[in-house]
């Protein structure tokens, strides 16, 4: 038996594998704070990702375009790769080469992948899938703290809250075994459908607000009008602690409660109410704060957060014991996956990559002189959208990333990848995206490696291999060290034993704002709860801010926020907005998840929820199949009647491809601070799908 965690989401439950009658391994929780025992669907299902029958176990690759993959051995596959990289490098220049992460990777993966794109490539061009995730949040965090750390306090801390409000987030669906820890307190879920968490909340004596899609910005600027008017503000916590309140309240005091609800749709006297719920909370320091997707994944998602932080510090909920505002992360390394070098902008330990001082310090542990080092580079969608173009990279690598279902306007992505020269894929099985590939790479799965991840808590944690890969089957690790040796790097620069690339990433994250100097295998393995930063000379962090915040002077950030509308708006040809989300059975693009028997056989095929007198005016019944169309694509989907639905939304889980795309559908539009896009407001018509083409 080993004891290990979840492939799966930021909660990073624990579970042991062991062996079953057949000799697969089997899935059975295991104590740990995050789970307490418990696990998910997709949790108790996850060793039998293992052996799906189309795992991959040799590397594929096509001579041309036109031709079909076809089996070849590691040498013919990565010689291939290698000489196309360097006579694109020698053509082009070494940003004509790319190199896209995923937020599911090992630290250790992350890590290296950054350095590969960095020392390997020489190339900026490199972003990851958390880019659609994080962002926004992470923006946030940086402006309000001066330190992006998902949750700064241990989940266990919720537990024991009289109140946490939840904007955009549905971890009844998304995380089930998160709600163990929000049984006791009252909920406060800002969602503008009914979901399973919205649903929970009533059930249990919460509240239920549900502004219309895109209006989070104006109910978080009413929330604090209220509290303000209402006397919840914690006068002495903002002037000691903050700076910057009278220019945030100059905006949130023209959102009267009135007003807010003409423009979210939410009553005036429910935004009081929810307000005195929390402020009368926040008053015994028992309340909390916590963002998710829904709130984020939008053009303003960044000043969206501000304005919920805004409303926390006015409480005065941050940086104290039980109290405090979090960002819900969703992927497995969310977390972790941002610190350490995948972003554009970003070197090791939270470093800003146009930083002196940040690139002498990686330098050095890196062995090269800083001026080779690249500067920022394109972020996720900004690097899709520019791939074959005229300026932009002729070659991308892809490790742990399915981009032709999980980012916007899906069918321009593909249509991208489908113009480059290269295109190489680093996967397990032929995901959308490593089908369209010119190499495909098999690399080992998260039970037949070790390395760290960082969950939602900024908790590092250790993976510990359960089994070994298939035969032929090679780690990410070892592809990269191979390519590395055959673009000509140093063969001790890129090791292929995780503790040894741990060992160097905590060096090179040493002093940063992510410090992992401190995390070693044999304080992982004794069971420590390292929460970050961890210096080599200190002890742990489970809670952030408890005696100043990040910025220089100790204060925390109140950021001046306006609501803007969406970057599109509903009109007579689309008169509906969609907005998107998650299943229960399903992760992220459903690579994984789709080729579970129990998890496909639950959720088989999009649907999209409707309320059924909108339904009725598209001439469509429950069960139909519609056409979603948008004015980037369309989307074929089975309709769900749902009476609690809004009159004027849609909504489309995101995990399935091709013509049942939901990201089909939605907004490029990009942030202008977290380059996150929007995914949660597409104008849309919905009518009856032709029979010729269901």
Known sequence: MTTTHCPYCALQCAMHLEPGPDGRLAARPAPFPTNRGGLCRKGWTSAE??????????????????????????????????????????????DSVAVFGSGSLTNEKSYTLGKFARLALATSQIDYNGRFCMSSAAAGGMRAFGLDRGMPFPLTDVAE???????????????????????????????????????????????????????????????????????????????DRTTGFEAAWAHAAAWWPERTEQVTGVPAARIRAAADLLGTAARNRSAYVLTGRGTEQHAKGTDTVSAWINLALALGLPGRRGSGYGCITGQGNGQGGREHGQKADQLPGYRMIDDPAARAHVAGVWGVDPHTLPGPGRSAFELLDALGTDHGPRALLLFGSNPVVSAPDAERVRARLASLDLLVAADFVLSETAAMADVVLPVAQWAEESGTMTNLEGRVLRRTRATSPPPGVRTDLEVLSALAARLGQPAPRFPTDPDTVLAELGRASAGGASDYSGVTP?????????????????????????DSFAHPDGRARFIPVAHRPPAETTDTDYPLVATTGRLMGHYQTGAQTRRVSELDHAEPEVYVEVHPDTAARAGLAAGDWARVTSRRGR???????????????????????????????????????????EFKVSAVRLEPEPATES
Not at 50 to 72: N, Q
Not at 644 to 667: I, K, W
């Open 161 to 239: 809250a009289e109140v946490v409000l939840l904007a955009g987030a549905n971890p009844a669906e998304t995380m089930p075994p998160m709600m163990g820890h929000l049984s006791a307190p009252t909920l406060i879920v800002i969602d503008p459908r009914r979901s399973a968490t919205a649903q929970v909340a009533l059930d249990n004596g919460g509240v239920h607000l549900a502004p219309r899609p895109g209006t989070d910005l104006a109910l978080a600027l009413g929330l604090l009008h209220a509290a303000r008017v209402q006397g919840w503000c914690d006068d002495t916590f903002i002037t």
């Open 49 to 94: 990702v293992l052996t799906v029958p189309d795992r991959l176990t040799r590397p594929l690759i096509r001579k041309d375009r036109v031709s079909e993959l076809e089996e070849t051995d590691w040498d013919t596959a990565l010689d291939h790769v290698a000489e196309r990289l360097l006579a694109l490098r020698a053509e082009s220049g070494p």
């Open 635 to 677: 989307t074929r989907a089975r309709v769900r009647l749902t009476p609690t639905a809004r009159l004027d939304t849609v909504f489309l889980p995101f995990h399935f491809p091709g013509t049942q795309a939901a990201n089909n559908l939605t907004h490029p539009a990009l942030d202008p601070i977290s380059r996150m896009p």
């Open 522 to 546: 044999e304080r992982l393995d004794s069971g420590q709860a390292l929460h970050w930063p961890v210096r080599a000379d200190g002890e742990p962090t489970p809670r952030l801010f408890l």
